[in-house]
């Protein structure tokens, strides 16, 4: 698994995608955002024309492992909206969501395939000034630092460069 995190519009989607053409001449692109309005609609869009022929999409909001990614080349965007549809189906509850991550997290790594998976670092910006915004900055931290511990790689992206870390 290669890991790539770092802040909004970095960079981490487009370099993830050529990182996975580099593999696989059809990777899978798995998109795990709800659509929430249509501002957040429009983004996806956006991403979708980033993505041509050669590309599979399929969208799972929550349960990754059940995805056949067996032998595959798979971009997985974004652990951030991932892990936000567990923490409002889970009213805000961060043990919970953090146990159900790491369950999900564990399982998808027992497939043998190529593993690209991009997350967000919120918690180096301003902190939330709402209870819930900061309990979700934790979370997204420590399940940031789970995925990383288990990676073989992990890339921060600054300003559309990929800096490697591990």
């Not at 519009?9 to 929430?36: D, F, M, N």
């Not at 501002?39 to 492992?65: C, G, I, M, P, Y």
């Not at 969501?97 to 910006?125: H, P, R, T, W, Y």
Request: proline share 2%; aromatic share 10%.
């Amino acid at each position: 698994m290669v890991f790539i995190t770092g802040g909004a519009r970095s960079g981490k989607s487009r370099y993830a995608q050529l990182l996975a053409l580099e593999h696989s001449p059809r990777p899978i692109y798995v998109a795990t955002a709800r659509l929430w309005d249509e501002e957040f609609r429009e983004r996806v869009d956006r991403h979708r024309q980033d993505r041509d022929e050669r590309w599979t999409t399929w969208e799972e909001e929550k349960f990754l492992s059940r995805l056949p990614l067996e032998g595959r080349t798979a971009v997985i965007d974004c652990v951030t909206l991932w892990i936000t549809n567990f923490f409002s189906d889970a009213a805000y509850d961060i043990d919970a969501c953090f146990a159900s991550c790491k369950v999900e997290i564990d399982a998808l790594l027992e497939q043998q395939a190529f593993l690209i998976v991009i997350s967000n670092e919120i918690g180096m910006g301003m902190h939330s000034d709402t209870a819930a915004g900061r309990k979700f900055t934790d979370l997204q931290g420590w399940v940031n630092q789970y995925l990383a511990a288990r990676a073989d790689n992990v890339i921060l992206m600054i300003s559309g460069i990929p800096l490697t870390v591990k």
